[in-house]
């Protein structure tokens, strides 16, 4: 019997590469499968490697594990290329948001929204182009399975400039979830959520319990009015302009208006991402050494990416709560040529979207509002251009000045020229 081949660009990282390999060694379907790791860091390519090969030692798994810094040696005969690389990500994040700041810019994160959205498009997107490039010629029917930021807007340039099949997977439909559980003071995983909307922007639909159908709506109403005030207050003061709950986090949500830095302006941890890296590697190298139990660890993570790959290639229908789409009438409010993020199905036909008539109009109305930024930016990734880049800025309701935005623009494409090119 065939086994799926899996091509893992970015296997060196960390966060998504343990979650990944706890969802392979934890689904049966993907004995004997094919894994590549790909990385341009030897180091951490190593670390990683080390850590499938003694799972795969662990479980029995069986699966032919392959390391490089090359893809084109490994993408022929692939049936999935999972992404998660990131350029320098922390040190020009910070550039990404500090940035703006000295130009009077207030925001709260600067990653898939206002400046840094459009900078770290900048940098990327020429990258995702290469990989499509790459698998246009040696591996054309493989899906193309994203986790690299600003996954909308890589989404959307993809289907813009490739035939490659791809969607771009998040966890942000379950911290919304945990975040209603919490508030409603239900048990973990006991409710049903339904979201629609775009990535780190969705909006929560539905609230059922998981095993009488009942609508929990009402009752999380009623439960947040009391509910602790510290709590996700940003997220819960639009929830009762709008009359929707938002994903994911106040910090997430308020990267796409105007008024989010309202949210907080803090920006990312850098030093709790610096910390956690460190615990990480010495949690590996545990691991492979022997030091930490392995089945104490090896649980599946609740990422989608190995649900996706079983349920295509298995013709196994797997209902995916949430992915990030080209939206082709798929939320039918907003334009067919914008990327959103809603709940799929997978079979061995491929992806079918859940078809979103109605969303009320307050929402569509921010979700609208990204949309010339998001179009412009990839338009500006895919040529290279800081004219096209000035637009897509200009165009997001983070800005409330030109001469700011011409600011950041001139400094933030200097910063970035080496990875600005045009790629298409």
């Known amino acids: 019997m065939r086994t799926p081949k899996i091509v893992f660009i970015g296997a060196g990282s960390m966060s998504f590469g343990t979650p990944t390999f706890r969802d392979i060694f934890t689904s049966p379907k993907m004995k004997g499968a094919t894994l590549s790791l790909v990385d341009i860091d030897p180091e951490n390519l190593e670390r990683m490697y080390g850590l499938a090969v003694k799972l795969n030692e662990h479980t029995g798994w069986g699966l032919t594990i392959e390391k490089t810094g090359d893809r084109r040696e490994v993408l022929p005969g692939a049936d999935f290329v999972i992404n998660s690389l990131a350029i320098e990500r922390c040190e020009l994040w910070k550039q990404d948001f500090n940035v703006p700041k000295k130009y009077g810019v207030r925001h709260c994160l600067g990653e898939n929204g206002g400046p840094g959205a459009l900078f770290f498009t900048m940098r990327t997107f020429p990258v995702i182009m290469d990989i499509v490039r790459d698998m246009e010629e040696l591996c054309p029917n493989a899906w193309f399975?994203?986790?690299?930021?600003?996954?909308?807007?890589?989404?959307?340039?993809?289907?813009?400039?490739?035939?490659?099949?791809?969607?771009?997977?998040?966890?942000?439909?379950?911290?919304?979830?945990?975040?209603?559980?919490?508030?409603?003071?239900?048990?973990?995983?006991?409710?049903?959520?339904?979201?629609?909307?775009?990535?780190?922007?969705?909006?929560?639909?539905?609230?059922?319990?998981?095993?009488?159908?009942?609508?929990?709506?009402?009752?999380?109403?009623?439960?947040?009015?009391?509910?602790?005030?510290?709590?996700?207050?940003?997220?819960?003061?639009?929830?009762?302009?709008?009359?929707?709950?938002?994903?994911?986090?106040?910090?997430?949500?308020?990267?796409?208006?105007?008024?989010?830095?309202?949210?907080?302006?803090?920006?990312?941890?850098?030093?709790?991402?610096?910390?956690?890296?460190?615990?990480?590697?010495?949690?590996?190298?545990?691991?492979?050494?022997?030091?930490?139990?392995?089945?104490?660890?090896?649980?599946?993570?609740?990422?989608?990416?190995?649900?996706?790959?079983?349920?295509?290639?298995?013709?196994?229908?797997?209902?995916?709560?949430?992915?990030?789409?080209?939206?082709?009438?798929?939320?039918?409010q907003l334009p067919d040529d914008v990327a959103v993020e809603l709940p799929i199905t997978v079979d061995g036909d491929g992806v079918h979207k859940r078809v979103v008539r109605s969303m009320p109009d307050g929402v569509i109305g921010l979700m609208n509002q990204q949309v010339s930024a998001q179009r412009l930016s990839i338009r500006a990734a895919a040529q290279g251009s800081k004219e096209l880049a000035l637009q897509a800025l200009l165009c997001d309701p983070v800005i409330q000045s030109t001469d700011a935005a011409v600011k950041i623009v001139e400094e933030l494409f200097e910063r970035n020229r080496q990875y600005i090119r045009k790629c298409v």
């Open 145 to 332: 399975l994203n986790f690299s930021n600003p996954e909308t807007r890589i989404i959307l340039g993809v289907n813009m400039y490739s035939s490659i099949k791809c969607i771009g997977l998040c966890h942000g439909i379950f911290m919304a979830q945990h975040d209603i559980e919490k508030i409603l003071g239900r048990e973990p995983e006991s409710i049903d959520v339904f979201g629609a909307g775009m990535n780190h922007f969705q909006w929560i639909l539905s609230i059922r319990d998981k095993e009488t159908g009942e609508d929990l709506y009402p009752e999380f109403r009623e439960k947040e009015k009391a509910f602790d005030p510290s709590f996700m207050p940003y997220s819960r003061k639009l929830f009762r302009f709008f009359g929707l709950y938002p994903t994911c986090s106040d910090d997430h949500l308020g990267e796409y208006q105007a008024y989010g830095y309202e949210a907080g302006e803090h920006g990312y941890d850098f030093d709790w991402d610096a910390q956690d890296r460190v615990r990480m590697k010495r949690e590996i190298a545990a691991l492979v050494s022997g030091e930490k139990e392995i089945d104490e660890w090896l649980v599946p993570s609740g990422e989608q990416a190995i649900e996706v790959v079983t349920g295509i290639f298995f013709n196994d229908r797997k209902n995916i709560p949430s992915a990030i789409v080209y939206n082709d009438g798929a939320l039918s």
